[in-house]
């Protein structure tokens, strides 16, 4: 089914969200980014209705549209339900296709290129792209929108960071492990490095989030 005037619009203001372009509290100027996608404001009112759907901006009144500013009980709750969406994929590899399996090694290799160039934002988008092709390996488009917009939220939560190369450099290593358990077909050995490491990011944020209202 064709998309939308607004959901196209939607869909380039999440993928700038998920990409950091658009970090928490940006405000959301009509007028520019009505210019900038070329879309009425009525058009781009739409696409922030359903990006406020999704909990990625919110309306402050009198104010305008900003990109939210997750909480603690947001940063929970997005890591849930990583849990459950990248743990499908996990638990699916073994049967996926293997154009799905190579895109969860090309993530690794282009987060190591990225580190290596010190470019650590992009270490972040490649990160984002490698828990994407996990949860791909279930093989579910429900399960890959849902992804799609959990991504915008986490990177919102990467921006609680104050040094993206001390939260995303231990991570490059440790994609490289999770995605050579999965090559080897070791799936419950997978599936437990999987749960392992979301709880240490999330532990991560929350500290950082802990540190950052003392």
Do not use: C, K
């Not at 879309?39 to 900003?66: D, I, K, P, Q």
């Not at 990467?158 to 090559?183: K, Q, Y």
């Amino acid at each position: 089914m064709a998309l939308s005037t607004a959901q196209r619009a939607a869909t380039a203001l999440r993928d700038r969200i998920q990409a950091g372009v658009l970090p928490p509290g940006s405000r959301l100027s009509e007028e520019a980014l009505g210019r900038d996608l070329g879309v009425s404001r009525n058009t781009l009112r739409e696409a922030f209705r359903l990006l406020a759907h999704e909990s990625l901006v919110e309306h402050r009144l009198n104010r305008g549209v900003f990109v939210r500013v997750l909480d603690a009980d947001d940063v929970r709750d997005v890591y849930r339900m990583r849990a459950v969406l990248e743990g499908a994929g996990v638990r699916a590899a073994a049967g996926a296709p293997p154009a799905l399996r190579a895109a969860v090694g090309a993530a690794v290799d282009e987060a190591e290129r990225a580190a290596a160039a010190g470019d650590w934002r992009e270490v972040g988008s490649a990160d984002l792209r490698f828990h994407r092709a996990l949860a791909a390996l279930a093989g579910s488009a429900r399960v890959d929108a849902a992804m799609d917009r959990l991504l915008a939220e986490l990177r919102l939560a990467f921006h609680t960071m104050p040094s993206p190369r001390r939260f995303h450099e231990p991570f490059v290593a440790r994609n490289r492990t999770l995605a050579g358990l999965l090559d080897g077909g070791d799936a419950a050995a997978a599936e437990a490095e999987l749960a392992d490491y979301l709880r240490h990011a999330l532990r991560l944020i929350l500290d950082a989030m802990r540190e950052a209202d003392r």
